[in-house]
């Protein structure tokens, strides 16, 4: 379950590093859910634009801040499509990054809740 | 408190510099950079740095790149790569090809990162310490290597020190940087005449022709040196000093003409003006003689020559000596003149700087009423100390 992954990083990225800890991986985690929409947005013109080396680009780029903060499933997605945009077959796969990324917001915002709540 | 070593993380996603940063920071001062020549700018301007932790795949420049541009301008720090799963095939090329200390998978968890970092930072500590170690242990060699020539030759020396006072100068007057290396081939260049037996350097010091036996001896004495000094780590600079110095020694007439000889680099010209005119000098020639026969051998450089005569122009007939008895000496002073024993044995050579050691020598052996007292000293230091 990516969220499970998701929940292991955040909390081997706090450690026991406390309050503060909890903060700096809170602004780690705002940072990334600012990024990514932008990220998946410059896949997504390069792919429409046919330009596979910028999709790839994008999508590699996109893939490592999505696996940074444990999300898996959209770095899976992310990977696969740099895969086929380096291949010359910068397929346009919005839809399912967006999905995917609306799971990561959706289990991030609970792992932060918790901890917050839970220290 | 020392200041805790510095580590730098680059890659070109700013979330991931950001966990990086966070995650080596609770050990070490991070700086970060967004792509290689970032990098290699922050590595120039606020190095050292301990360790370099670079992504693989970045825009320009990838990580390969960039570490191994690292290792070749700041070979001291420690290259990590990481990277991701992806690019396994990457990460052991750079293991075994690029030498890098280690590679980390994305994403890493915190804790092998930072056990990792830790062990980079002390791979670059243990490097420092056994250079520095290394280092120490040479100094204090040639220290005793030197000490034991000025003990049993102490004319050879004597004019050692002359040579690396006055290649010292030269290398100002030339705007050449005087390192360590030509510090130690000007000491080195006089180690041979410890084999001399005190006749035969007693002759050569006075210029007096020698029969063919004792010139062949003398002869040898540059192989001596580098025999001696062979394969002492760090010292190949100054055994290739040596050698260039031999190769085209003009007293080496014996030398075959067919043997090639490499340009010489300026602090083999400035050693070979130095060790020729402190020779010559040795043996009573005066300075403008000594000047005049330098200009004739053509093995002697040019440039160096006339910053020599520039240097002598400066010095000459402003000699300043003053005589003193040894319980006048002090440490710092310059001896003008060889201090020899009431027996005649040489225990001093001309332009040696009293050193508390050699100080307290003069102090036992005067008690035996063993030296030929006054000594002179030359009191125009700033003029002439250098120079012979």
Sequence with gaps: MSGDAIRARVIDLIGDGGAEATELVGRIVASFLTRAPDLIDRFGSAAAAGDAADAAHWAHALAGAAGNVGATGLARIAADAERHALAGDPALRRDELDAALAQVRADLTTVMHDLATAR | MPEQPLVLVVDDEATTLETLAYQIGQDFRVMTAENGPAALDALAAHGPFAAVVSDQKMPGMDGLELLEKVREKHPDTVRLLHTAQTELAVAVSAINEGKVFSFLC?????????????????????????????????????????????????RAFARAERIRDLSQVLCRELDLPYTWHIEVAAMASQLGAVTLPPTVMERLNRGFPL??????????????????????????????????????????????????????????????????????????????????????????????????????????????????????????????????????????????????????????????????????????????????
Aim: aromatic share 2%; hydrophobic share 40%; with cysteine.
């Design chain 2, 106 to 154: 994305k994403p890493c968890p915190t804790d092998d990162m930072r056990r990792t970092v830790r062990e980079a930072v002390d791979q670059y500590h243990t490097v420092l310490a056994e250079r520095e170690m290394l280092e120490r242990t040479l100094q204090t060699s040639l220290h005793a290597l030197f000490s034991w020539m000025e003990m049993v030759n102490p």
């Design chain 2, 211 to 388: 029969p063919d036996d004792e010139q062949k001896m003398t002869n040898a004495l540059p192989e001596v040196a580098a025999r001696l000094l062979h394969g002492i780590p760090k010292l190949d600079e100054v055994v290739d000093i040596m050698g260039a110095l031999r190769a085209t020694d003009p007293r080496r007439p014996d030398l075959p003409e067919e043997v090639p000889t490499a340009p010489a680099t300026p602090p083999v010209s400035v050693l070979r003006a130095a060790i020729e005119y402190q020779a010559l000098v040795g043996r009573g020639v005066t300075v403008e003689g000594a000047l005049a026969i330098l200009e004739r051998n053509p093995d002697q450089d040019p440039t160096v020559l006339e910053a020599l005569s520039r240097i002598l122009g400066g010095v000459l007939g402003s000699e300043n000596v003053r005589a003193v008895r040894v319980n006048e000496l002090e440490v710092g002073m310059r001896i003008a003149e060889d201090v020899i024993s009431v027996n005649g044995v040489t225990l001093v050579g001309r332009g040696v700087r009293v050193s508390p050691t050699l100080l307290e020598r003069l102090i036992e052996v005067k008690r035996n009423a063993q030296v030929a007292e006054p000594i002179l000293i030359d009191v125009s230091e700033e003029q002439t100390a250098h120079v012979g």
